[in-house]
Each structure stands twice: as C-alpha cells, then as structure tokens.
C-alpha cells in the first residue's frame, strides 16, 4: 500500500499542507485551475527553517496579498461549492474539495449557533483558503497514493486574534473539526496557533490517525514550511511517501478494572451500552472470587486515553464501585472494520443483511462476520436455522 505520511507535531495549515505534498512529489502543474477560477497564484519557492530545508507556498492575489492575510471575499459554504463546481475538476477532487467544505461550513455554524446555508466562512472563506482546499485536493489526486495518515496534530497554545475577538487555542472551530477526524488533537508545544481550521479541514477529510509514524519503505521525503518561525523548532510539516505492507492498526488504548460483588445482573447486563455510550471501546464481565470467598465479577473496560476519565465516572456511578484502576495498556492491534449490506435469496425472496468486513490496512479482507441479530430476524421469518442465514450472507459478500 503505497502510503503518505504526515508528522503533526507542529501542527498544520493550509500552505503547510500544500508545501509538505508538492516536497513529496506532487506536481504543481495541476493547480493551474484553481489560478484560473479565483484570480490566484501559487508562488513556490525554499526556505530554512532552524537548519531543515523546506518547500514554501504562498497563494498570492492579483492586488499582490498573500496567503496570511485571508484577503477576498468571506462566502458562504454555498458560494464555495459553486466556485469549486465551476473549476471542471475531476469527479474525485471535486467530491473532496466539496466535502471539506462541507466540514468547515459545519464546524462554523456549531460555533455560531446557525445554519450551515446561512453561515460566512470568515477567514477560511476567502480566496487563499480556497486555493488551500481545492489545491490540496489536487495534489493528493495527483500525488497517487493508496492512504494518508498523520501522528497526533498539535494545535499550540495561547491565543488568537480572529473576527470575532480572542479566542483560546485551539479555536473552536479546529476543536469541532477535530470531532470529526480519526486523528488525535494535542496541544502545545507553542503558545502560538500551529494548527488552522483550513488546516484541520483537510486533515479532516484526507488523513487518518495514527500514534506514530507506520513502517515504510521510504520512497521520498520532505517538508512544508509554515509563515511562521521558531526559535528552537522548526515550523514545518513533514511528508513521509513509501509502501507498507498490509498489517494490523495500531491503537493507543487504556484499560479500567474494578471489582463489584453487589451489582444486580440487570447493572452487569446494561452495562455494555452505558459504557459504550460514554466511550468505551470494549467492556468484559468477569466471574471472580471476592474477599470472604464472597462472589463478585471484575469489569474491563477498553478506552481511549482520552475517554478514560469519563468512562471511569460512568463506570463508578453505574455500579456503586467506589475505586477504578486504570492500566496503562500501551495499545492493542486492530482490524479495520466496514460494514456493507448484501443481498441473500431465501426460498425465491430477496432479502438483505449487514456484514461486517475486517481487513489489514493495506486494504485485504481476511474476515467477514455477518451480523447476528438482522441474521436471526431473517431465520425467525423464514425457518431456517440463523448458521445458514449467516453463511449465506457471508458467501455472498465473498463472491
């Protein structure tokens, strides 16, 4: 699986992005519909950042503003799909650029408190951050690999100046955005904004999360430079291209114990839902052997790092435990997991069901689950037994 990489340790924005993919490989030569549509130049050059060598983008308009100044028009979300739609992208560039907007126009109207057909994009929407966008989108097309993930983003520290006044890092529109990514949101090492809601968005929409940067047989390598600079880091994103063989994802995890011997079966049973509803990832209820040969269970709960806290208060006013352990598990090996919906025939009727599609991150399949309920809702109706329902189903998606 031909992958890029990503390092988000000093965090992202739009020319950063752009730079980081043309150091890998990208061609510039296919932005040249963007310059056409929006009255815009990419001007490409090189720049030092604390002794690392770095590519540097700056979208410059016709009146000579430059990428930092969010110089143009603020539009609507509306506005920025008919000017993406009127650039004859390709099919998958222009679903990209368009669904990145569409994430920004949701995050800005959760922070404003209105409708996403009536929210201004203020600084993201002007003419460099839609170069940014639908620039990024080009190059990802162009640049031709099979997947892109990025290591934690941080989002720096402080405060800064925006539309509407001051506000804390990371912004509140980053923070939103950052629901919507598979990737982690940090912050420092700056109290400075490192990561850009332009930023966020394409990160969003392309990247997924990873805890570190994934074995690779490196092909190529580089880095985008940000406008600003620091004085013992260097500003800049680095872009890791190479092909990786298919494996288990890594993921970053924590595990609760706590032991009960008075929680009533109907607590122990519900328990896979309200803890689930609170971010666990995985709950086991364990038979154990309390003090005084008393009976009780012990309760397991997966978590991410950052759901472990709040998993731990459900879990505590769940079952009246009064202490949780937290083991610092490191990571576990997972699948990536689909789900689809096949087709079956049953006695000369169609019907479907969803299975449930584990694969390595290079893409293989090497398991599929059909799943049980609809399975045994499809057996009740038709007298089969629910194995036959599920090998049919899982045949089916095979084929």
């Not at 499809?378 to 189903?393: D, Q, W």
Request: proline share 5%; aromatic share 4%.
């Amino acid at each position: 699986m031909r992958t890029l990489a990503l390092d988000g340790r000093t965090g992202a924005s739009g020319d950063m992005i752009l730079a980081a993919l043309l150091s890998v490989g990208a061609d510039a030569d296919v932005l040249a519909p963007v310059e056409s549509a929006i009255d815009v130049s990419y001007r490409i050059g090189e720049t030092t950042k604390n002794g690392i060598a770095a590519t540097t983008v700056d979208v410059v308009t016709d009146d000579g503003h430059t990428h930092a100044e969010g110089h143009g028009p603020h539009r609507t979300y509306a506005e920025c799909r008919d000017i993406v739609t009127g650039m004859d992208l390709e099919e998958p560039v222009e679903e990209a650029a368009i669904a990145t907007f569409r994430r920004l126009g949701n995050a800005e109207s959760k922070v404003h408190g209105t409708d996403i057909a009536e929210t201004h994009f203020h600084e993201v929407g002007a003419d460099d951050a839609i170069a940014d966008i639908v620039g990024a989108a080009l190059l990802v097309e162009e640049l031709s690999v099979d997947r892109i993930v990025t290591t934690p983003v941080s989002a720096g520290g402080g405060e800064v100046s925006m539309s509407h006044g001051t506000y804390p890092v990371p912004t509140p529109a980053v923070t939103y955005l950052a629901e919507t990514a598979s990737w982690q949101l940090r912050g420092g090492p700056i109290d400075t904004e490192l990561l850009t809601p332009t930023g966020a968005s394409i990160l969003a929409e392309f990247a997924d999360g990873v805890d570190s940067l994934p074995p690779l047989h490196v092909e190529t390598s580089g880095f985008g430079a940000g406008s600003k600079s620091f004085e013992d880091r260097p500003n800049v994103l680095r872009g890791i291209v190479g092909d990786r063989e298919g494996g288990l994802v890594r993921d970053e995890i924590r595990v609760l114990e706590t032991n009960v011997d008075d929680a009533t079966p109907e607590t122990l049973g519900d328990l896979q839902r309200t803890l689930k509803d609170a971010g666990a990832r995985d709950v086991t209820v364990l038979p154990a052997t309390m003090k005084k040969s008393r009976p009780g269970h012990l309760i397991k709960v997966i978590v991410k790092p950052a759901d472990a806290e709040r998993v731990a208060k459900r879990l505590a006013e769940e079952t009246g435990t009064l202490g949780v352990r937290e083991t610092p598990a490191g990571h576990r090996w997972i699948a990536e997991r689909t789900f689809e919906t096949v087709p079956i025939e049953v006695d000369g009727a169609r019907r479907e069901l969803t299975v449930k599609i584990a694969r390595d991150d290079a893409g293989a399949v090497y398991d599929v689950s059909a799943e049980y309920d609809e399975a045994a809702a499809i057996a009740e109706a038709t007298g089969l037994p629910v194995r036959e329902i599920r090998r049919r189903a899982e045949a089916a998606y095979r084929e």
